[in-house]
């Protein structure tokens, strides 16, 4: 009997790690600005995380030597104060 409530507790700690490092990581991977691969490269795209706004406005759209289509983005986010922060440029696959 006791064998059988260990395996019980060590699955039930297991299953409750996991969904502590689930939780965890979509909290961290919804921050930031949205990732733009697959979205079709939007002249310009916003949302709001991390207590402000980020703005993705497309600078140039290419196609690589690959033959697939990419699009570089000016990034800056507005602090709830207002102020315009420069994040410098990314680069997403169009499709």
Do not use: H
Not at 21 to 43: R, V, W
């Amino acid at each position: 009997m006791r064998i059988r409530t260990a395996v019980k507790a060590a699955t039930t700690l297991a299953v409750a790690g996991g969904l502590a490092l689930t939780l965890s990581g979509a909290a961290f991977a919804a921050s930031g600005p949205t990732n733009l691969t697959g979205k079709g490269c939007p002249s310009s795209y916003s949302n709001n995380a991390d207590g402000g706004t980020w703005t993705q406005g497309l600078t140039k759209k290419f196609v690589a030597p690959n033959g697939l289509q990419y699009g570089d983005y000016k990034v800056t986010f507005r602090t709830p104060a207002g102020s315009l922060v420069n994040e410098g440029t990314k680069e997403y696959r169009c499709y």
